[in-house]
């Protein structure tokens, strides 16, 4: 059996990787930069779209996209930011893919965008497999989780671009080393940039903002 | 796509239910218990599973059976409790089926165990979907991760027959409701059980080892 799921999953990730450089076309075409941010359960996406919408509010014209199994939760919580905001529900699926992205691009209005934060569901496993046409990919591994996750989720950590540490303000309260935890990240991906931060306080995001302040600027001045 | 992949994950599924119920005859057969538990990942499974080995040691025939992607940590932590430990690597897939189990089960002493627990994949959506044999589902819900996930992720606690609320000892620290969490698992799931625990510190664990023993007791006597 493991050798003919293997074929299936083959298929679908190829024509997911074609749709996925479709998607980036459109956005490329549109100097839109399209981030796409992963973690487990309850990591923090959500509090750091917040802060980051917050930040940029005024000078970049964010929109968000929310993939959910089910409800609204999310999208509830940062449409109050009064942006436009895309729900995505899967009914099931453990991951976006680039078909539902690109149903959520034609209901933006892209001429007035400049980002897309892209919240997806909450899984370390199979958001990773599959390419939406975001042009970076960043993940959250929050403190409780626990340090040892590289080594368990490797494939995810060898995807991201940026891991941001989430819920340092919670640091006392847990067995967390994050300097044997960077270890293990750079051991994975040696190139990736790690924050620890609290999404909650607003510790440390500062770095973070830079980061992504720099990668607006590199997509928009290819204008 | 949507419906395609819906027809092959049928045929996976149907064939899994398959290979799940010989699991369950042949632990009938040899009067042993088996529980499959979830949780997102660093829920605390692996310290749940360790408290409970502690506490029925001596009068329990444990083994376990430790499911992750890459890696031996957990089952490494687990052995020290000498006790049998089966690692299954499942090389990417997000979750256990029914066939790795069975090639679990056929590398223990089954005439010398009477309880096998079973450690999933950490994820809180596929492991949901796919039977191993056991007689009970249990997962954890861990405090950090928040109380609305009922809401993201109903098929997980309208399975589980136990919700343990793991992390109990950082309640202070984080915006978690355990009244509100219980009534949305409740309005999933009326029958299940739920019980608020530290698998760190120990508080809160005696419901879960009662509702353990019963379970095992019922088992022991269809003997």
Redesign the interface.
Known sequence: ?SVK?LT?KED?LG?NEEKAKTNQELLDKHHILMINIMS???AGKTSLIIQTIKRFKGKTRIAVIEG????T?DADKVSKQAIPVIQINTV?A?HLDA?MIKKALDNLALEQTDLVLIEN??????TA?FALGAHKKIMLL?????D??P?????MFTEAEVVLVN?I??LP??DFNVSAFSKAVSGLNPTARIFPVSAKTGEGLEPWFSWLEDAIKQKTSTA
């Open positions: 059996m799921i299936i679908i024509a487990s359960p309850g959910d199994i089910a409800s939760i099931g453990c078909n569901v909450g899984n370390l496993i199979c497999e929050s403190v409780p989780e626990g040892d996750k080594y368990k989720y490797p494939l819920k303000d919670v309260y847990f």
